[in-house]
């Protein structure tokens, strides 16, 4: 009888452990809910440690330990927010009191007033007939990103338009921009920027949705379900974008390649892909460069973290290995690096990965199709049934394990201790 109860406890245990996973919100209505943590002071590049393998993304920024429990996942989150922007990207403005939006005739117009300047965002808006309200999904330059608008057939696509904010540019960058005007203290000089196109893209998603949820009414929107996507630097646009705004539900950021998906640690180690060597310095600090080349092992995060921060939100992955500049393998390698945090608090089926090839650049083939497509009809339009659990690769025989042995959990006894500083590239 008492072993009875016992297995009852357990598996009333397994339950109420599992509806706690359960009840994780699947979106937030705030652009950043950890917004009030305490901010952790970040040692200069000069100052940090070599650390080659992928960083622990539960382990805090101070060396104090690490915390799985999900209550302290914002503080956490908002910890590699805090790294991303300090070594990568530049800062973040937080919204603006002064945001103002319209729409007529199809066209959504927002402003944005800031130090006296002006910064005006506009996107034609597409929406379904039918009842509604519909959810949203924000296309990086265009209103389903790369991806067929079939898949999103009904929902309300709005397309980013990113030089409104900043340029477009190969290493440099216009001072004329908008966004400078609204922040000139991210370019005291014609010469000087202290900001990355992808800090000011991704301000910029955010105030096209503050504008959004101002004519909600009037296009019929769901606000609680709206979707960002992007290919190639445009994916990794959309990545830095679910990132940094938990409005966002849904997350596609496909074939980004370098500064995206992959690893800037597994990327130093694998010849021929986008690293921080030779990136496009426009998009990111301009002396990224010059600070971790050939040392991104001392970043103290790495971007399975710029990925994990977009749990317990819905995020999918894919790539491309008919271009080898795109770090694939790396991309792989990251990508399950943060499966364990989805893992960790029981949400995998919210994240995925698609890597495959046989096909373009931005291109979806058939076989990719049925994978985006369970991923938009789980997380826009709330079917239940469809399968997420979503793992597609060619990579069978690459060790991941190597790099994030010393914090997965529960840890494989029978993977030998790694202590090399010049981690290798393992095929």
Request: hydrophobic fraction near 35%.
């Amino acid at each position: 009888m008492k072993k009875k109860l016992t297995l009852l406890a357990l598996i009333t245990s397994a339950c109420i452990t599992f509806n706690t996973y359960a009840q994780h919100p699947a979106v937030y209505n705030s652009e950043n809910t950890g917004v009030s943590c305490a901010a952790t002071p970040l040692p200069s590049p000069n100052n940090l440690i070599n650390y080659p393998m992928l960083p622990d993304p539960f382990a805090w920024s101070n060396g104090s330990g690490r915390s799985t429990n999900f209550n302290d996942w914002e503080c956490r989150r908002n910890e590699i927010k805090a790294e991303i922007q300090q070594y990568e990207i530049g800062l973040k403005p937080v919204r603006p009191a002064n945001i103002t939006a319209s729409y007529t005739g199809g066209v959504l117009t927002v402003v944005v007033v800031e130090n006296g300047q002006t910064l005006t965002l506009i996107s034609n808006v597409t929406i379904p007939t039918g009842a509604g309200p519909f959810p949203i999904i924000i296309g990086m330059n265009s209103g389903t990103g790369s991806l067929p608008a079939t898949l999103f057939a009904n929902a309300i696509k709005i397309p980013f338009i990113h030089n409104q904010v900043v340029t477009y540019s190969q290493g440099s960058r216009n001072a004329a921009d908008p966004y400078f005007k609204l922040y000139p203290q991210f370019h005291p000089d014609a010469d000087t920027y202290t900001m990355g196109n992808y800090s000011a893209w991704s301000w910029g998603v955010s105030r096209l949705i503050d504008g959004i949820e101002i004519v909600k009414a009037q296009i019929n929107a769901d606000v609680s379900h709206i979707a960002v996507t992007g290919c190639s630097y445009a994916g990794k646009m959309a990545l830095f974008a679910g990132a940094f705004d938990e409005r966002i539900a849904l997350t596609i950021a496909q074939e980004s390649g370098g500064g995206g998906a992959p690893s800037w640690r597994v990327s130093e180690t694998t010849p021929g892909v986008e690293k921080i060597d030779n990136t496009n310095y426009s998009w990111f600090l301009p002396n990224m460069g010059s600070t971790f080349s050939g040392r991104a092992s001392v970043l103290p995060h790495d971007h399975h973290e710029l990925m994990a921060m977009v749990a317990p939100r819905a995020l999918l992955v894919t790539a491309n290995t008919d271009f080898q500049w795109l770090a694939n393998e790396s991309a792989y390698v990251s990508a399950r690096a943060t499966e364990e945090v989805y893992k960790e608090f029981g949400i995998s089926d919210r994240f995925g990965f698609y890597i495959d090839g046989g096909h373009g650049h931005c291109a979806v083939p058939a076989t990719q199709t049925p994978a985006i497509k369970a991923f938009v009809d789980k997380f826009l339009f709330e079917d239940k049934t469809v399968n997420t659990d979503i793992h597609e690769h060619p990579y069978p025989n690459t060790d991941y394990n190597m790099w994030i042995q010393s914090w997965k959990t529960p840890a494989d006894p029978n993977t030998p201790s790694v202590t090399n500083t010049s981690p290798t590239n393992k095929k």
